[in-house]
């Protein structure tokens, strides 16, 4: 089974063998990588892992634009995705955390019954008060994320879809596919949630604004769930701030958009059962020795563009703010303000 993995980069240097190698671990058989405006040695690194066969990557085709989406529109047309039996578009801080058999992909699909579909719910993960970035596994070094049964208004209830090939696609979204066809009242595709469920209808219309709403956390992570760390080290987050959005251009992250993810309610460390077969994946890689020496170099530019902005006052104050920030979401504290407040 030919399961392709289409992702958007920017300045990801450090963590692209992790990923790569633990999509291997779970059955991903292609790659096809975009970056845009590169700084960090990137670009380098996945020219070198393209030059040994192991991915394609291309130049992001976006003019100024929707990055992510330009992207995802010009992968259709890659022989990668239009000859693959399954398609899964994520990004490079998502890791598909299966929860049956041996946590394949192949397993996944067998256990929701080979829908045409599957998407799967996000669980975010917090910083954990890890301040220092260092060169070692993120799902190794992650523990901590909101109670993933907790109905949010938007963390809790976001999804990355796994796509077969004979699913009627319009285009690619960056959270699932949109269809080519309205559905009759009494048609229904196969498409199922992260416990093999058929999903709501309401969430097939792209015409509905609420369709994510519809798309119950509660129990939608029976057979696997999306671990997005999308914080990280407070080091990397700086770096993440400078570098902003790769799916957005102007898009920058904010005191907010951590605290709405940094919530360690809950521990879960049921994606460290692949550690054993991460490392040796990644060693394989890392056997070529111009593969290690650019990694290295992506780590050593990584520490180096931290160490640029701390000497920025703002970055300064910013590093101090999350140090300091509560581990609660604003919208939460906002209830409990509420509640105090009230008589």
């Not at 699913?167 to 080519?180: C, E, I, S």
């Not at 780590?299 to 703002?314: E, F, K, S």
Request: net charge positive; aromatic share 10%; with cysteine.
């Amino acid at each position: 089974m030919r399961i392709t993995a289409v992702t958007c980069v920017k300045n990801e240097g450090p963590f692209l063998l992790e990923w790569i190698a633990f999509n291997r671990v779970i059955g991903v058989t292609d790659f096809l990588f975009y970056s845009n405006d590169c700084s960090d040695g990137t670009d380098d690194l996945l020219d070198a892992l393209a030059a040994r066969g192991l991915l394609r990557h291309l130049p992001n085709p976006a003019q100024g634009r929707n990055y992510q989406m330009e992207a995802l529109k010009d992968a259709l047309r890659q022989d990668l995705v239009r000859e693959a039996d399954w398609l899964w578009v994520a990004d490079v801080d998502e890791f598909l955390n299966i929860h049956v058999g041996r946590g394949t992909i192949g397993e996944l699909i067998a256990a929701c019954n080979n829908p045409q579909a599957i998407s799967v719910t996000f669980q975010f993960f917090a910083n954990g008060g890890i301040e220092e970035f260092v060169d070692k596994p993120i799902i190794a070094q992650f523990e901590h994320s909101h109670n993933p049964d907790i109905w949010t208004d938007q963390t809790a209830i976001e999804v990355k879809t796994l796509i077969r090939n004979d699913f009627p696609v319009k285009y690619l979204g960056a959270h699932r596919p949109f269809l080519r066809k309205k559905f009759t009242q009494n048609e229904q595709i196969p498409w199922s949630d992260g416990s093999g469920r058929q999903v709501p209808r309401a969430f097939h219309d792209a015409a509905n604004k609420n369709r994510l709403r519809k798309f119950p956390a509660r129990g939608a992570r029976k057979f696997a769930t999306l671990n997005h760390y999308a914080l990280r080290s407070l080091d990397s987050y700086l770096v993440k701030n400078d570098r902003g959005d790769v799916n957005r251009e102007h898009r920058a992250f904010d005191t907010s958009y951590w605290r709405e993810r940094n919530d360690p309610a809950w521990r879960d460390t049921s994606i460290q059962r692949y550690l054993p077969r991460l490392k040796r994946e990644m060693d394989r890689l890392l056997k070529e020795p111009e593969i290690k020496a650019l990694h290295r170099e992506c780590v050593r530019r990584h520490r180096g563009r931290r160490d640029a902005l701390l000497t920025q006052p703002a970055y300064r104050e910013m590093r101090e703010q999350l140090r300091a920030a509560p581990t609660i979401s604003p919208a939460e504290q906002a209830l409990r303000d509420l509640i105090g407040a009230t008589p």
